[in-house]
């Protein structure tokens, strides 16, 4: 995978109540990607470039076009802290 392509995996990160609510009390973020990567792509890029180790993704096709990757952090690897490195918090 060309250097391009791997920064383009993830968008931003996507924020909405529901994704506070997901923050705080299921060590769940979620991220805007691409519609054309997968949950290994998203997992390997997630993991190297935060270094934090990953439980379980999820992704959904929104109505409006986006994608979704719902990201779980295993029980170490706090997500209150990954998303006040993003300036979430």
Sequence with gaps: ???EAKRD????????E???RLLQEQNKISF??????NKFAIRK?????FEIKI???NIIN???????????????YPATDLATKLGLI
């Excluded at 995996?9 to 909405?16: A, G, K, L």
């Excluded at 929104?62 to 170490?76: C, F, S, W, Y």
Aim: glycine share 2%; charged share 30%; proline share 2%.
């Design 1 to 3: 995978m060309s250097m």
């Design 9 to 16: 995996i993830i968008i931003s990160v996507h924020n909405s």
């Design 18 to 20: 529901k994704s506070t």
């Design 32 to 37: 805007i990607v691409s519609k054309s990567a």
């Design 45 to 49: 890029e997630l993991e190297s470039e």
């Design 55 to 57: 439980a379980k993704i």
């Design 62 to 76: 929104k109505m409006n076009g986006d994608r979704v990757a719902i990201v779980k952090l295993k029980p170490e």
